[in-house]
């Protein structure tokens, strides 16, 4: 039995259930990592985002690419990734939570996916196809696109990517042309769903050519006709889908942001091997990992870099030839990892390497995997006990970098650790240790960050703006501020911080002008909607300002400032039953101050509910006493006099200081 462990065939439900006990263990395996922050990307993308907000609204983004991001100039086509963005915000809201549920479920659907893939094209059931797909779960480079909000656009393009392929496959093998017609609908549908999802089901057409040479159903290069045939409508889909998608990103306003300029002289090209070349590593020593991986710009190491750009390219041409004049299915899986990878040589690189490309090329190694093991006919036990250490190994792997995913600040160190030579580790870990307070070690990074590769100017002022605000010098922050507009997009939160910083130096109709246009970006960015309201009272319109902060509440149901603002307006106002909840929800936060357990009072003073009101009172005077000479003679504390608590509480407050 040992020695035919690996090519063992096993029963339907056996597979089955083998298949389901490794997809638990990699939900297992990611579980105690989905509690964490949303990163980077996420941001623009999602959480400031109002298409995603809305099932109704979303489908706008089939024929509007600006839906996709809330700063101009950042468009693009991927209306089916923001429809599932949309269903997961109703099912759990705007939680980073949430969202990294989702991608799981996306991956853990893959592995299914991948599994199936993997028994067609052996044309087994056995447990060396079992071991290729456990080997592809539990490979540390898929944690991108678990913890990772905005990776879903890889794996759930993936997810249609390999969906097409396995119907085309199995749309080969049909002898009914009913059941072969349906399975090729099926087929270019899931290549359309690619298509919208993110630009890289293109993939689909390298893809399924490497398993198209293997396929039982043709010769080649005899059939190669009606291979060609056989793919056309597929290729008609992904045709009308480009130009779709090319015409509405041509014709999208660019709102003024200029496109980057990309080399394609011979420095770029080199870059672009070594990006490649980089790969193979990663996928067969999955350490140190990072979002973006350096690329050495000088001597030996980008010789070295391109020298193994070069050997990948070669070694999957001919991986590719032996699969087409052997027809060897472990031959066509490792030309599948390079023919996936392949696009990207034509996409301008600047010196990184992104290891969630690596999601849907590591099928092709685990095919490869799982027909090589299939025919040890010697040694199985070792080949099976280096099958489970390697799985041992990717699983501790995943784990550790599963961990840095849930801290932004352990996550953007070790982004330093692993790529010291760009900027945005180092301005992002600055953005992050300032808004924990830690202002200090926050300029450090951002010093740091002014001296490497790439750095974001506009990030660098806006930062710089901030640090001037702090320290009260508004006229620089403003100029800081300023400059950022010119070198970056107007973000919502750059529009939100000028607006706030004119705000407080007076000039309030450009402060409302910047503001108006950041909640006009992001309806769902509570704080700009908040800052706004401080600017419309001051210009004289409360009901505006009021309106504002309902916005703001709407965005962000525990946003505990402006609960408490809303309720002392509509007190103001006179809205005294619209007040009293919204006052009950401020004084919920721990950080409640005692002007708003004041504030209830009142609220709860005018409605007559006097016991309650007193006690209201007493906590306020007691985290600030000074509060208890004013309340004395408030008009709305009238009917308290008669109440001998009231009374009690009152000769405990300190008389007012006389006046001057």
């Known amino acids: 039995m040992l020695r035919t462990v690996l090519n063992e065939p096993l029963s339907r439900k056996g597979y089955v259930l083998a298949l389901a006990t490794v997809t638990l263990s990699v939900a297992g395996l990611y579980a105690p990592f989905l509690e964490g922050p949303f990163l980077f990307d996420d941001r623009h993308s999602l959480v400031l985002n109002p298409a995603v907000r809305s099932l109704a609204g979303v489908w706008r983004a089939f024929v509007d690419p600006q839906t996709f991001s809330v700063v101009p100039g950042f468009h693009d086509f991927r209306p089916l990734l923001l429809v599932t963005y949309a ?8 939680s980073a939570f949430g969202f990294r549920v989702g991608n799981l479920v996306v991956f853990c659907l893959n592995l299914w996916i991948v ?9 087994e059931r056995t447990v060396a196809v079992l071991a290729g797909t456990t080997l592809f779960a539990l490979h540390p480079t ?8 905005a990776s879903r656009s890889e794996s759930l393009a993936a997810t249609f990517v390999l969906t097409a392929v396995l119907a085309w496959w199995r749309a080969q093998e049909e002898a009914s042309s009913q059941r072969r017609a349906t399975l090729m609908a099926a087929s270019a549908l899931a290549v359309a769903a690619a298509m919208t999802t993110k630009e890289s089901g293109l993939v689909f057409v390298p893809a399924v050519a490497c398993l198209a040479v293997v396929h039982p159903a043709f010769v080649l290069p005899k059939d190669w006709r009606r291979v060609l045939l056989s793919l056309l409508p597929l290729l008609i889909v992904i045709a009308a889908v480009s130009g779709w998608r090319r015409w509405l990103l041509v014709t999208a306003p660019r709102a003024g942001v200029t496109p980057a300029a990309v080399d394609h002289g011979p420095g770029e090209l080199l870059a672009r091997l070594q990006a490649f070349g980089a790969y193979p590593r990663l996928a067969a020593l999955p350490y140190p990992l990072s979002v973006l991986h350096e690329l050495p710009t000088g001597g030996a190491p980008q010789a070295l870099g391109i020298a193994a750009g070069l050997g990948a390219v070669g070694v999957s041409l001919g991986c590719a030839w032996l699969a087409l004049r052997k027809r060897n299915v472990a031959a066509a899986g490792l030309a599948w990892f390079g023919a996936t990878l392949a696009p990207y040589l034509f996409v301008n690189l600047n010196l990184k390497v992104n290891e969630h490309r690596l999601h849907l090329a590591l099928v092709g190694p685990a095919l490869a995997a799982a027909i090589l093991l299939g025919k040890i006919t010697r040694q199985q036990r070792l080949a099976a006990a280096l099958v489970v250490a390697v799985a041992v190994a990717f699983a501790a792997l995943t784990a550790a970098r599963a961990r840095d995913w849930t801290d932004e600040e352990r996550f953007w160190r070790h982004e330093i650790e692993v790529a010291p030579g760009l900027a945005w580790g180092y301005q992002s870990l600055a953005v992050v240790l300032d808004e924990r307070g830690r202002h200090q070690e926050a300029a450090i990074q951002m010093d740091l960050a002014k001296h490497k590769r790439w750095p974001d100017a506009d990030v660098i002022h806006g930062f710089d703006g901030m640090r001037a605000f702090r320290r009260g010098d508004l006229e620089l922050a403003r100029r800081e501020f300023l400059a950022a507009l010119t070198k970056g997009p107007p973000t919502p939160d750059l529009l939100n911080n000028l607006g706030s910083v004119l705000d407080d130096l007076g000039d309030r109709e450009a402060a409302e002008r910047h503001l108006r246009r950041a909640v006009a970006m992001s309806p769902g960015y509570a704080r ?5 309201a401080l600017v419309r009272y001051k210009r004289g319109d409360p009901q505006d300002a009021a309106r504002c902060l309902r916005a703001a509440i709407e965005a962000d149901p525990d946003y505990g400032a402006a609960l408490a603002t809303l309720g002392s307006l ?5 809205e005294t039953t619209s007040a009293l909840p919204h006052l009950q929800r401020a004084v919920a936060h721990p950080d409640a101050g005692a002007e708003t357990w004041l504030d209830l009072a009142r609220a709860l003073a005018r409605l007559g509910r006097e016991a309650e009101a007193v006690q209201s009172l007493a906590t306020s005077v007691a985290r600030d006493p000074s509060l208890g000479a004013a309340a004395r003679d408030h008009p709305d504390f009238s009917s308290l006099q008669a109440r001998a608590e009231f009374r009690d509480l009152m000769r405990r407050v300190p008389p007012a200081p006389a006046a001057p």
């Open 115 to 123: 599994a199936a893939l993997l028994r067609r094209t052996t044309g």
């Open 87 to 94: 269903i997961n915000f109703a099912a759990a809201g705007m």
């Open 528 to 532: 700009a909607h908040f800052n706004l």
């Open 142 to 149: 898929h944690s991108q696109v678990v913890l990772y909000a």
């Open 570 to 574: 509509e007190l103001e106002l006179g």
